[in-house]
């Protein structure tokens, strides 16, 4: 028997990684996925490679394997129509929405100087916007039901910083406000909303040239590389472990648990 028995989860960025690990597992708990994806090309600037509608069939292939029902669809957060058309054919499938994750999002290398217009508006426009679309598109449903849990899936860059990433630091510390912004208005509902930050994971975000992104934009500023060590041996989190948070914050083990930010990072943004 799991914690989610009998209810329904709506996940962005559902195609691989964390998005998926959160899927499976929140699956594995009982719950039925709702989930979109861009499963095709990212901006420009995103230096790896792009999910695939192939990649978004085998997440389905493996939430189904866990016993539950699925209904997974590409779609881009930005287009807010498309997530409202989406998440209502989701809950006339299965009767209601209980868990919202707003896990997609891209991550650029660029020095300060090397930001361009488009590049900082594209952060913002899927990593903030494509998040408050995701929460504006699943909130009545979750009023219906009588409460649930939203996590918006922040970053170790949403607590302390992350060097040479301006555009995606500035857009993970805005989830932290639109979170506590939420969770108070939204409270009313008995619905609660809560921030998740990793560190470095394991994931294809590590794909194609994202490596030597990080290898170059480092070496603008050198004095600044250390920032992101973790106090545990353990250097990356596998994405299993952020969806061990994710799992609980679903569920009813953390009821009276809203505006809060986790930090899923070794000790990262301590350090």
Request: charged share 15%; proline share 4%.
């Amino acid at each position: 028997m799991g914690t989610l028995d009998g209810k329904v989860a709506f996940i962005t960025g559902v195609a691989r990684g964390q998005g998926r690990a959160h899927a499976v597992r929140l699956a594995r708990e009982g719950a039925h996925i709702i989930g979109v994806d861009i499963a095709g090309p990212l901006p420009g600037a995103v230096p790896y490679d792009s999910a695939t509608p192939e990649d978004l069939a085998q997440t389905r292939a493996l939430v189904e394997g866990e016993g539950v029902r699925s209904h997974l669809v590409q779609m881009d957060t930005r287009d807010v129509d498309g997530l409202n058309a989406i998440v209502a054919e989701g809950v006339s499938l299965f009767g209601g929405l209980d868990v919202v994750v707003a896990n997609a999002g891209i991550c650029v290398p660029e020095a300060w100087n090397e930001i361009t217009p488009t590049s900082f508006a594209d952060v913002m426009d899927i990593n903030v916007t494509g998040t408050w679309n995701t929460v504006m598109a699943s909130a009545s449903h979750l009023i219906e039901r009588g409460g649930g849990s939203v996590i918006l899936i922040s970053s170790a860059a949403g607590i302390k910083m992350q060097p040479f990433m301006v555009h995606y630091t500035t857009s993970k510390h805005a989830l932290v406000g639109m979170a506590r912004g939420f969770a108070a208005e939204l409270g009313n509902h008995n619905i609660r909303v809560n921030t998740v930050h990793p560190g470095a994971v394991a994931s294809p975000m590590g794909s194609g040239s994202m490596v030597q992104r990080l290898q170059d934009t480092a070496a603008t500023n050198p004095r600044l590389q250390g920032m992101g060590m973790p106090f545990l041996n353990q250097f990356i989190a596998e994405p299993e472990e952020i969806s061990n948070m994710v799992a609980f914050l679903a569920s009813d083990e953390a009821k009276f648990i809203t505006a809060a930010a986790f930090a899923v990072d070794g000790g990262q943004t301590v350090f």
